[in-house]
């Protein structure tokens, strides 16, 4: 199962040169199901360090993270809804994305023009987002004309009940605000889901910034919501692409940074995602695995082999702390923390799980 981010960007933010680096973590696509992957798509493993520890205790051969698509979306442009620059052929690749980064840049060199003519993040981000309500506006704007036509000869319930939301939309779009602020139940997402609105998608700021900036800057400076927004110097994580793991692990403390902002970037877009890992373990392979939170166990199951779903017995689950505890399976399971769950299990971020299916 895939997820994948799309990263956007006016032109001069650091948009290209951050995902030339994503791309030097790529997997082995050979892994996962999605392994036709496009020049500028980059399927990158998300950072699990409970995967060294199992693959250690178990003597696992093999050991695979989960992956997380990045999407490199060409710059955008004021105006682009309108067909300026790449405008349709953007709008276009970023409908299939699940969710958005936006690089917004706040470093200054006097060689990197701004297309704007001066570094303002505010701005920056005010442009986009405007592009992207006009996009989704003009969607609205052609299934309302379409039902209101329709309306004369008569609507059935659900029609009428889809004209007033995509009127409500409508108006929420007019006055400039994403669809992603508008309180919508899960039925009228579900109705909105065809139209692959683009500012109904979580949406996560990059912030640029200079390497003198990167320990000390703060989202709130720039007038970004900390919780969205990941303070990145995409100087430094070139350089770091570039480090044996010992040297880039100095150089982050030397900068006074306990991570990559590479690594927070992919476990921000996971957790934005709302996404949860289920681990496997044993001598042949230890494997984390990507379900949305709320996945019971049968529909976890099938992400390993689509037949298991069907043919689920039960689940034999250990917390990673516990098995950690524990030192093993045998003894987990011994000392009475391997529990048995069924079909209406939900999985759990952290959950180390065993499959039982019928031949």
């Known amino acids: 199962m895939s997820f994948s981010v799309g990263i956007v960007g006016l032109p001069n933010v650091g948009k290209s040169s951050l995902f030339q680096v994503l791309t030097k973590k790529q997997v082995d696509t050979s892994n996962y199901p999605f392994a036709t992957i496009d020049p500028n798509v980059g399927v990158v493993?998300?950072?699990?360090?409970?995967?060294?520890?199992?693959?250690?205790?178990?003597?696992?051969a093999k050991t695979i993270a989960t992956a997380i698509e990045f999407v490199d979306i060409a710059g955008l442009v004021k105006d682009a809804h309108k067909g300026e620059g790449l405008g349709n052929q953007f709008l276009a690749n970023i409908?299939?994305?699940?969710?958005?980064?936006?690089?917004?840049r706040a470093f200054d060199d006097p060689n990197v023009i701004h297309v704007a003519g001066k570094i303002d993040p505010a701005s920056d981000t005010a442009t986009i987002d405007i592009e992207l309500a006009m996009a989704d506006l003009s969607t609205i704007a052609k299934r309302l004309d379409t039902l209101t036509k329709q309306k004369k000869a008569g609507l059935d319930k659900q029609q009428t009940s889809e004209l007033a939301l995509i009127e409500r939309v409508h108006a929420h779009l007019s006055d400039g605000k994403p669809v992603r602020v508008l309180p919508l139940t899960d039925e009228e997402r579900s109705e909105l889901?065809?139209?692959?609105?683009?500012?109904?998608?979580?949406?996560?700021?990059?912030?640029n910034v200079s390497e003198n900036q990167v320990a000390a800057s703060r989202a709130e400076t720039y007038g970004l919501p900390p919780e969205q927004t990941v303070v990145i110097a995409v100087k430094v994580e070139q350089e770091l692409a570039d480090l044996s793991p010992a040297d880039a692990a100095a150089y982050l403390k030397e900068l006074g940074l306990s991570a990559s902002g590479l690594d927070r970037l992919i476990q921000t877009a996971y957790r934005t995602l709302g996404l949860v890992t289920f681990l496997t373990t044993g001598p042949d392979e230890t494997r984390a695995w990507t379900v949305p939170s709320g996945t019971k166990a049968p529909q976890a199951a099938a992400v390993i082999h689509t037949d298991f779903e069907r043919h689920f017995i039960r689940a034999e689950v250990v917390s990673y702390p516990d098995l950690v505890a524990a030192g093993?399976?045998?003894?987990?399971?011994?000392?009475?923390?391997?529990r048995i769950e069924g079909k209406t299990y939900v999985i759990r971020d952290g959950d180390v799980v065993f499959f039982r299916v019928s031949v």
């Open 45 to 60: 493993a998300v950072p699990d360090p409970r995967l060294e520890v199992l693959t250690k205790m178990e003597k696992s």
């Open 95 to 104: 409908r299939e994305v699940d969710a958005i980064t936006e690089v917004v």
């Open 193 to 207: 889901k065809s139209l692959n609105l683009l500012t109904i998608k979580p949406l996560i700021y990059i912030l």
């Open 328 to 338: 093993s399976w045998e003894m987990a399971k011994t000392s009475g923390k391997l």
